[in-house]
């Protein structure tokens, strides 16, 4: 089955002598750490185990505890920016001596932890504007990250400490709709009904290979009879291994007082027709987006927030970054403030300025860092809620959780909290899509609105009637932003992220363009922890 | 594909001059409805969609609007038995100016819908015991009951009405874990990794078979080409379409400051001597157990606790029923309260008396009716929970959601509620196997705790340091229930269940078990709206 053509050669001789044939080309993990045992013993076992995702305990982010700081001088920190990685490195450095200064170009702490509510202003470059939400606690939305996985460990380690309190976020809802104009007549399918038809034409065609012995050579008797029955559970198939509908779809009537009636499946070609399968069926199986996820009770900004409290540190607001200069003993930072251009000193800095506005930004760092700057890509994304009379998606048993539509839109979130209110704000829209987001972001406020309006309509055919009012945010046109989610080419990753993640001088570069986590606050976490690690070293063994 | 043997005859005519032949066997539901169309008209095309499922709206159980009690005698009702199905009807008649007297068996109301929290008692015949736990509001379980699906509506509609607070239910938890002593030499899997696996397995066949043009004679080429792209995204097989592992296994190590590193694939051979595939790999797809689901913050007794304040009913408590008669003019209960045999009459009479104890109590039913009632069998289920001075399920990334085994034990529950606190209350089991629930039911309380704690020491092996207390709820021996999802064999069922869903005179057979969803609220909810629905008709005609 699975081919692993590294280790195929030098294990067929072990292999034949291990007395492995069942399975012509494979060879299962537990079979391989037995033969490694013998050639290289337990510890090569335990690397190759390691490896394999086999031992106890999982991938974790490394939390690390920051050294008492030095005596005498070393212990000024200069942090750029007020972002989640640089409230989590001053937390981290105060608690350990440290004094620490942010200098940060907006007027708000918090980045792109941005969770917006009645009142708040949208600050996108030549048109901000209000948010006109109700002023009620659960009409909001997270504008930034919004999901907190399972295995995130740094965040849930502040959560926990920092008393964030959380809730589940539905992330899959198999109530929820997908709508593609070239399938169905563009009329939308519960995702429930789709992937239960999908999963069962497939597993009917494998059911059909199967009886026509097409596997006979790579399995046993015993396991093509396992086989047959685990396809046949797989896509809830008849006694012969045909599909005909299944409840997984949801009953088209009946099922309390009446037997349930199945609905019949639906065409598979016109399945195939929506894209829904190209990445809406999987989205919830996804590496960090696999239930159970959750988010800070009352908006995600209660997790940068929670922080605040434990700080000392001094806040320079409104004070975006000019120039920064390694110096012998340190970094100089220029920023502009009130109309005037101020320098401050530091024995060390963290910055977590976007990288592509850092091409702005005067530095006399190596060659090679400002490569790497000048490489990175601001990421292109958008979002646009609408707070609504009605929680209409609750008369179609839809709670939290997220459409699908092959329209500009790409996702209709529905809020996770507030269920039974009067009201709520659903995001008509998060696309990540480039094309997308340029193209929303070439609109008017006014016309962005209206075209999602208007797509949502084919989703759910009365949204209009139902909407308040509504804001966009176009991350690469948000002030002291301009993108968001920054990321390099394949080959320039390869080629700069080393250099990137090591500081220049004494100046670091962190926040979660720093991480392969990228728009993820475990991925900002993760950085500003590789940074203190960094940092806690050189001080101590300078 | 799917066969519609039922359609193909008399379709096959019109299908070839309809022009359509790209799929053979297959016909497409908007195809259909063309047909159906030209045929009967769009009085035909509504039935027909109704019938597959098509039309907007979902299949609904309906509630009923009881009109206004009629003037003078009739008001009368009385209600045997105070659990979901009774109480929602009192509350129903009530609101329409009729009269209601409970007539409880125990000294508590809410029958199923149980609780356990510090200092309960589980009433289980000849041997009842106190709840240990701490007196902490997050230190329950729910013994009954413990889940709301979104299209339960009966259930959401008095949720939103009564003002039941909800909160999530983690159902699907793709990071607790699959045991199975027959493969993997009994270790865990994290569910995501069997399932990623799994699915990277089967579409890697189905791969092959299209390449083999196996099925060219059912699809297109454009289907088929389609097809091989869906495939290779369903497994998220490498281009050739082959399986080597996918990040929604979970990375083995990095993904934050060094890029993921996949989880090399597990032995196919292994993950089908897993029966993991035979339920629990499906169990989040089920008609009733689709994401997302809910549950009532703070226990789910506080859904039959909600009627309460809403009542003025009269409740007679640890008061057993002895004999139901019809008279021409109503219905005589008699039963004993305080020592005493006590009669009263009504007009009307709604018993919800667990079948199987019904053939225990003398009355005058018709002959169908008490065959009906004596051939219904007592469902079998036992929930283990036990209090842990650690949630130490938290450390290993498990919040919420369920663990498989094939022990007897069958599930592990980690309970939704309390994140973060110190201490939680889990289930060590959820087995609705007969033979498994029998066998803990023979075994005194203490050795269904030892049993249970060494079986979920094979899926988490520190669990029996972390248990401070457990109490387990063996429902065919608990009083006044001995038993739980009341049934019939499927041709008792065809012969009986109409006759019991119908009135024996002025006495209608209520709950869970008169309806096709036992063991779920919705269930006793619909069958009270059954039987409200019946009454108010007869009472007004009458």
Redesign the interface.
Known sequence: ????QYLKTWLREERLQAGIK??SD??????LLELVGKAGGSAAVYQVA????MMPG??A?ERVSVAKAPAGAGKNILLLGAGLANLCIAYELEKAGYQCTFVESSERIGGRSLTLRAGDTVDEIGQPRKVMFDNESHLYFNAGPARIP??H?LLHGY??ELGVE???F?N????ALTQDDAS??GKPVMI??Y??D?R???????A??IN?N??SEEF?KE?SE??FE??R??G?LDEKG????T???????????????K????????L??NNF???G??FP???SQ???L?QAVGGNDHVFKAFLPHLKSTFILNAPVISITNTPAGVDVVYSHEGKHKKISADYCFNSIPLPLMTGVDNNFSGKYREGIAKARRGKLTKIAFQTSERFWEK??????ISWTNQPVQQIWYP?HG??KQKGVMLASYTWSRTNSEAFGRMSPEQRLEDAKQQVSKVHADFPKYVENGVSVVWHRMNHHLGCTTSWSAEDKEKYFKTM?MPDGRHYMVGDQI???SGWQ??AF??AH?ALAHFNERVHKA
Chains 1, 2 share one sequence.
């Open positions: 089955m699975q081919r692993r069942d399975m494979q060879l299962s993990r537990r079979q390691l490896a394999l995702g999982r991938a982010a399972a295995h460990h959560c926990r959380l809730e589940w539905v899959d809802n198999r109530y169905l007549d429930r009904e992937m239960a999908a069962g034409f497939m597993s009917e065609l494998l059909k290979a026509k097409i596997f046993s396991d396992r086989l685990f396809v559970r797989y809830d045909f599909y005909k509908g409840a997984r779809a949801g009953y088209a009537s009946g099922g309390m007082i009446e037997p349930g009636v609905k019949g499946p639906l065409d598979f070609s016109e195939l027709k399968w190209k990445s069926m999987h199986d996804g590496e696999s239930a159970p959750m179609e048993d839809i709670y939290g959780g996770s269920v039974y993640q991480s392969y986590h475990e991925g993760s950085s590789f």
